[in-house]
């Protein structure tokens, strides 16, 4: 109790207290006493802990899926002198983790400025220059009775600006993958730490609250909308992704070109997904908008809205861009879109996009050290 007492002083001396510091004060508290054990994974991995050092804390607040019931059922919550709030901590330690892992390090301020702004004014710069581009090429009205894109951007132009950016974000997501991976020196991956740790990701099992009854968002109230918007947002843009990549198998293993018809399998993969992507950032953003502020961190929610907003504006322009390809609004639309997909993938390294790669890094941590002996974790450094 003593310890308990100075690290609450200490961090009472602090204007702002360092989030670590303060995640590890009420860890502390939570060790203590046990109520939450069964919401998430969290608990049981902070009991076997003793001691928290700021590596444990970013792999704990990367584990934790913000779903407030924690923060509902604390006994220590403000206004008690403790003024424990899981949720909104574990949001300030994630921010803290994307800057200290981001590649190249320099960048790591984008995540603090990632916001609604930036996201548009990026987008629609690109659509801007896409638009001048075609006014330039004489190819700003042209209609096309098959709604073949590529008379207005040639495919290996497409091909080249659009795979180099898609590489560019794919590589400096994977290194800080690799720097946060080894940083928490995870063990030996099995292959049922493995299955089960892609189970738990693909489920969102821990937006069900600990009890399968959904997360908190506005007050007390239980629900599962918060899982379903995910799903809907996770795999609509997995079915785009795979239209695209059935695209260009088509395009270069059977030769076929685009543009494909209505009911083949690269559109009615995207059409689907696309669905998925209006639904599910449009839910996720109504709750967002809704949320209590003690269940995350404020300076967030920018960074937040702006990957919602995005997500939904890629899906919204595609779904138009499909009905109006074969009229004389068909380049407008094609620029519109891929200048709202390449502001997507420029700021997705440095966005809200990351935080589902390093939740899953942390849940095969979690699924890896239950198999292992439990000695009471002093950190590791």
Not at 78 to 89: G, M, T
Not at 90 to 109: I, L, S
């Amino acid at each position: 109790m003593q310890q308990l007492k100075e690290l609450i002083q200490e961090a009472a001396t602090l204007a702002s207290p360092v989030p670590e510091i303060e995640a590890a004060r009420m860890l502390q508290i939570c060790n203590a006493c046990r109520y939450c054990e069964g919401f998430c994974a969290v608990f049981p991995a902070m009991t076997r802990r003793i001691d928290f050092n700021p590596v444990d804390m970013r792999y704990l607040a990367s584990l934790c899926h913000n779903c407030g019931a924690c923060l509902h059922a604390c006994q220590y919550s403000a206004p008690h002198e403790f003024d424990v709030n899981i949720p909104r901590v574990m949001a300030q330690v994630r921010g803290e983790t994307y800057v200290a892992y981001a590649w190249p390090k320099f960048m790591g301020a984008a995540y603090q400025s990632n916001g609604v702004f930036v996201a548009l004014a990026s987008s629609l710069s690109l659509i801007g220059f896409l638009l001048f581009t075609q006014l330039l090429n004489g190819t700003l009205f042209t209609s096309s009775a098959t709604g073949n894109f590529y008379e207005v951007y040639s495919h290996n132009t497409l091909a080249i600006v659009f795979g180099a950016v898609f590489l560019f974000a794919i590589v400096a997501i994977g290194i800080g993958l690799a720097r946060f991976w080894s940083s928490i020196v995870p063990g030996t991956i099995s292959s049922a730490a493995g299955t089960e740790a892609v189970h738990d990701a693909l489920t969102l099992k821990y937006l069900g609250g600990g009890h399968g009854e959904g997360c908190n968002n506005e007050d007390d109230y239980f629900s599962l909308w918060r899982r379903r918007f995910h799903h809907l947002t996770f795999y609509g843009f997995l079915l785009c992704l795979a239209a695209t990549s059935v695209a260009t198998l088509y395009h270069y293993l059977l030769g076929l070109e685009a543009p494909y018809a209505l009911s083949s399998l690269p559109v009615v993969l995207g059409t689907l997904g696309g669905i998925g992507l209006l639904i599910g950032p449009a839910g996720l953003l109504y709750l967002n908008l809704r949320r209590n502020d003690e269940h995350g961190e404020k300076s967030q929610r920018p960074m937040d809205r702006a990957f919602i907003i995005l997500l939904f504006l890629i899906s919204l322009s595609g779904l138009i861009l499909l009905v109006y390809r074969e009229t004389s609004s068909m380049p407008i639309l094609l620029s519109i879109h891929l200048g709202v997909v390449m502001g997507f993938f420029l700021t997705m390294p440095y966005g809200k996009f990351g935080h589902g790669f390093y939740r899953l890094v942390a849940l095969l941590k979690n699924s890896i050290e239950k198999r292992q002996k439990n000695n009471m974790l002093f950190g590791s450094d």
